[in-house]
């Protein structure tokens, strides 16, 4: 997992945590999931408001997508799919740890 560098920018309120450069891709939640739920609710948030991939991914990730376009984009797009996932599927899961 990679620790969070701050992007260049002031603008944005950054989260500082670590995160891999692949999320999750099976059907049960991970202890990754259960972490990192923040993240996925900011950057389903970034995406409903149209923001850029590459300001998320500076953002969210404190990455330069500029020097690292493909690696940034991979961490963007798997994250954001888990995030959907989440939404769809993975939210029962936390459901039912809740309720047991």
């Known amino acids: 997992m990679v620790k969070m560098q701050p992007p260049h920018s ?8 670590t995160f891999a450069d692949t999320a999750p891709a099976g059907q049960e939640l991970t202890a990754y999931d259960k972490a990192h739920v ?3 609710a900011r950057l ?3 995406d409903a408001d149209g923001a850029d ?3 998320a991914v ?15 984009r991979r961490i963007h797009d798997s994250h954001l799919a888990r995030a959907r996932w989440m ?3 993975g939210y029962r899961h936390l459901l039912r740890l809740s309720q047991g």
């Open 87 to 89: 939404t769809h599927t």
């Open 38 to 40: 923040k993240l996925y």
């Open 53 to 55: 991939w590459t300001e």
């Open 10 to 17: 002031n603008r944005a309120c950054i989260m500082i945590e």
């Open 44 to 46: 389903l948030d970034a």
């Open 58 to 72: 500076q953002i969210l990730f404190g990455l330069d997508p500029v020097n690292e376009p493909e690696r940034c």
